[in-house]
């Protein structure tokens, strides 16, 4: 080798040492690492979502999973994509036709409860606060309406209101017969005069 350098202005990587060389390789193993495993979670988390092939990610379901199917309920996607290995076929087809027949209290506790008492409680009894949980039908009854996709929101209004302590998210302003649901708000100049409130108009 002579010593002329390769390059004029930077030292190609076969001139560097030994212990650079291992660096550089590491690093881009470690960040590839990170690469690979980022793209094994989206497939796990979304592949089969719109009720296509389970073992095949497409647009759609992602789409299906930020908007919402537009069709089904939040509990149909679930137990057509990630949840559907947590009960036989026939069990699930049941919950499925039960949602779609309006979710009725007598055949809930019939039939329905005792699935969800079985295959889906060990997980949704309300002990993980991240997950729906299952207890009881008015819980239940949340994820059977329509599936919306993840919670992203739209703000059409921002009112403004006289200071007050006691906001929180979610509570409804009226006006007349038009309701408006607050999502964030903030004292616009910090002296405890006045609240700003960002709201979407809800129907009643
Ligand atoms: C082993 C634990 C476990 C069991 C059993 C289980 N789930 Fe889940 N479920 C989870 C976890 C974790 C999540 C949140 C991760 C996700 O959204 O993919 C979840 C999310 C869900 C969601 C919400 C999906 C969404 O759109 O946010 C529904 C609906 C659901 N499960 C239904 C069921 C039903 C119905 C059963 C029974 C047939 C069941 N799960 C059994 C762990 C479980």
Redo the contacts with the bound molecule.
């Keep these: 080798m002579s010593d002329m350098p390769l390059h004029r202005l930077y030292r190609h990587y076969s001139e560097l040492p030994y212990s650079q060389r291992v660096l550089y390789t590491m690093t881009l193993l470690v960040l590839g690492l990170g690469y690979l495993f980022a793209l094994i979670y989206l497939f796990h988390?979304y592949a089969g979502r719109a009720g296509g092939n389970p073992m095949m990610l497409s647009y759609n379901d992602i789409l299906t999973?930020y908007t919402g199917s537009g069709k089904g309920s939040?509990?149909e996607?679930?137990?057509r994509g990630?949840?559907s290995t947590?009960?036989p076929h026939d069990?699930?087809n049941m919950?499925i036709t039960w949602v779609h027949d309006g979710g009725d209290r007598a055949k809930y506790d019939t039939d329905i409860k005792p699935?969800?008492d079985q295959?889906?409680m060990?997980?949704?009894d309300g002990s993980?606060p991240?997950?729906?949980n299952?207890s009881g039908y008015d819980n239940l009854k949340k994820?059977t309406e329509q599936?919306t996709g993840?919670d992203v929101f739209t703000l059409t209004h921002r009112i403004w209101l006289r200071f007050r302590h006691d906001i929180q998210a979610g509570m409804r302003l009226r006006k007349g017969a038009r309701i408006f649901a607050i999502r964030v708000w903030r004292d616009p100049d910090e002296r405890g005069n006045y609240l700003v409130c960002l709201c979407e108009e809800v129907r009643p």
């Design positions: 988390t999973a939040r509990l996607s679930a137990l990630p949840m947590m009960l069990e699930a919950l699935v969800l295959r889906c060990s997980c949704h993980n991240h997950i729906p299952f994820v599936d993840a």
